[in-house]
């Protein structure tokens, strides 16, 4: 009987694991050992949407996922074409765990409890008879011989396996035991590690401004920045002011555009906000000589107060000296432009710094040159696997990235499962 391991517990590591159960092959019976830090499963998986759990994306158009993916988007065709966003719901709610689709193409379960997504997991391995779950103990050591893997577990046993696929994750977001020993392992049996960098972090500014506006979101907030290579980058999503500079969907987006970028309070990363992008200022200012028109007695932050939060209503007011109360009537048209200007238009934020501890992602790890795209098998090492955010893989933002956890994780068994069925 050939044995697998899985290091991580994860979105890959789980999805590759019930995978496995799921298709367990009749002529070639398996024993699988999946290892965890964690002594319950899918600890990250669990915190992300803010303990909702990100399932997947609602977007379906192929074309348009694989942009949301910052490098080796091509990489990533064979997996997401086999394990697309409507796949990974339909096993879910197959699974009788109900999902939702949210504005912004996040999918979560309905219950809003990211306990209902790894249960299905905790079930499905619980009753499994073919898979040995090492939750609390962890590999510190691989070594490869002519036909086996040999694993050196924390306690100093060893098991040696057939099969291995790592799914470690990268070393961000340390408390869920996502500490970077995945590189390691890959190194050990011969891989390279590009490159790292944080990835879906918040930042600091320099301004004081955003602080001044700690709490302040903006529904469809447009960030715009050039890298040092000249390319330039722009992400509209919401955004979120905080007490140390800006946070939210945008900022995660954009920070992901910039991992690789060295930023400083020396050397600061200058970004260009602006607070509306859902209307050009022709139009905006269209649609306020009409409401103005329609309802000259209301006060201007009754008008306003019908797209913007009453906050942003009181600083836009603010900015351009206008009273709150200030009947639309009595509005000026310099008045009227200003602020259209404002909402429309883009305005200077210097970032200084990532937010220490703040990122959910590492931009880099190992090299997908040393990688099939199609099988996931090391081109280095043979029945050497890998899934997950341990290769240099990452997108705009942690839904593609649980995504693409999925969708490699189970491209990962499908290639074990071929493999041994050709031998």
Request: glycine share 8%.
């Amino acid at each position: 009987m050939k044995k697998v391991a899985i290091i991580g517990g994860g979105a890959a590591g789980m999805m590759c694991a019930a995978t496995l159960l799921e298709n367990m092959p009749s002529t070639e019976p398996l024993s699988v050992a999946l290892f965890d830090k964690n002594t319950k499963l899918g600890v990250k998986v669990l915190i992300s949407g803010g303990g909702r759990c990100n399932v997947t994306t609602g977007i379906t158009d192929k074309k348009i996922l694989l942009t949301k993916y910052i490098r080796w988007s091509d990489f990533l065709k064979p997996s997401l074409s086999s394990f697309p966003p409507q796949k990974v719901k339909a096993r879910f709610e197959n699974h009788g765990v109900p999902l939702k689709i949210e504005e912004d193409l996040r999918v979560f379960p309905v219950s809003d409890d990211g306990k209902d997504i790894v249960g299905i997991f905790e079930k499905l391995f619980s009753e499994s008879n073919s898979l040995e779950n090492y939750l609390g103990h962890w590999v510190i050591s691989i070594k490869k011989n002519d036909k086996n893997f040999i694993l050196t577990l924390d306690d100093n046993t060893t098991q040696t396996v057939d099969i291995l696929v790592i799914a470690t994750g990268g070393n961000a977001y340390a408390k869920t035991g996502s500490s970077g020993d995945g590189y390691e392992f890959a190194r050990q049996l011969g891989h390279s590690i590009t490159p790292l960098g944080p990835s879906l972090n918040s930042f600091l500014s320099a301004q004081q401004r955003p602080k001044n506006l700690s709490g302040l979101s903006l529904p469809s907030a447009k960030l715009e920045t050039s890298l040092f290579s000249g390319e330039k980058k722009s992400v509209t999503w919401p955004m979120l002011f905080t007490h140390f500079g800006i946070s939210w969907p945008a900022v995660f987006a954009l920070s992901a555009y910039l991992s690789k970028e060295e930023i400083s309070a020396q050397s600061p990363q200058k970004i260009f906000l602006t607070i509306d992008s859902s209307r050009y200022f022709h139009d905006r200012e269209k649609d306020l000589i009409s409401l103005f028109q329609a309802h000259p007695a209301k006060q201007i932050n009754s008008i306003l107060g019908n797209f913007f939060p009453d906050r942003l209503v009181e600083e836009i007011c603010k900015a351009c000296e206008i009273s709150t109360t200030q009947k639309v009537s009595s509005i000026t048209k310099d008045q009227r432009k200003a602020v259209c200007h404002l909402l429309t238009g883009s305005r200077e934020i210097n970032l200084t710094a990532r937010r220490p501890w703040d990122e959910f992602v590492t931009a880099g790890w190992v090299s997908l040159s040393e990688i099939s795209s199609k099988k996931l098998e090391s081109l280095i090492c043979p029945d050497l696997y890998f899934a997950g955010e341990v290769m240099d893989i990452d997108g705009v933002t942690g839904w593609f990235n649980l995504q693409s956890s999925r969708a490699t994780g189970r491209q990962a068994w499908l290639s074990i499962l071929e493999k041994l069925s050709i031998n």
